[in-house]
């Protein structure tokens, strides 16, 4: 079964300084990986997604994040931390082999911003 | 296209008692799921109904739990004797397909339900 680490629960960072969420899987297939942000009171919204192209995602809001699959990694940054970064990320797994495609996620990292 | 809603936002019953949640997918989604997401955890899958055939169930879910997708549209997941452990989000998510870039899944804003 797959599944995803994600060390660290609450993270903070400066604005305007780097961003990096920290997240290593283990599958038995190549998987497919996600990270996902979380507003307060809001659902998970796609930040990018990782699905065997190349190897160095760029999502949405200045994220990216780079799949090394000698590491089992897929950490997630961002080069300059804004206010409204703050939120809570997960990062998430799937089995493309598998009919399903439902996701197992991190436990999550709760980002604040330091003014 | 509004995205996937929930209903009720927000859960508050006694124990014992049933509730019962609701998903509205995107319309032409054919995939829904379900997730439970605890404090500080991040979400666990549930269930998924490919159009009204529900295809799968975690073992998370007990007896007391039942989900159903009457026609492939609006889901409802019904709790019966609710149990304080069962406070949580209650997240509904829907995908176009299974595979390539359509099998991307749209949450909603969640249920959250808390047993006093």
């Known amino acids: 079964a797959q599944s995803v680490t994600q060390l660290g629960s609450h993270v903070s960072v400066s604005e305007g300084a780097l961003v990096l969420l920290r997240c290593n899987y283990s599958s038995s297939v190549p998987p497919y990986l996600f990270w996902y942000v979380q507003y307060p009171n809001q659902g998970l919204q796609l930040l990018l997604k990782?699905?065997?192209?190349?190897?160095l995602v760029k999502g949405i809001n200045g994220f990216e994040a780079e799949f090394k699959k000698s590491e089992t990694s897929f950490h997630l940054t961002k080069p300059s931390a804004h206010m409204s970064d703050a939120a809570e990320y997960f990062c998430?797994?799937?089995?493309?082999?598998?009919?399903?495609?439902?996701?197992?996620f991190g436990k999550g990292n709760q980002v604040v911003v330091i003014p | 296209d509004t995205g996937v809603s929930q209903n009720p936002r927000h859960k508050i019953t006694k124990r014992g008692q049933n509730v019962t949640f609701r998903c509205d997918p995107i319309s032409e989604h054919n995939r829904l799921y379900w997730y439970r997401q605890t404090l500080g955890q991040g979400p666990e899958f549930l269930t998924y109904?490919?159009?009204?055939?529900?295809?799968?169930k975690s073992r998370l879910l007990s007896d007391r739990f039942s989900a159903e997708r009457p026609k492939g549209s609006f889901s409802t997941l019904e709790i019966q004797r609710t149990e304080q452990g069962d406070s949580a989000m209650y997240l509904c998510a829907s995908s176009l397909g299974t595979s390539g870039p359509s099998y991307e899944q749209y949450f909603g804003p969640g249920t959250r339900l808390t047993v006093t």
């Open positions: 109904f490919q159009n009204e055939a529900q295809l799968e």
């Open positions: 990782y699905t065997s192209a190349a190897t």
């Open positions: 998430a797994v799937s089995d493309p082999e598998e009919g399903n495609n439902r996701l197992a």
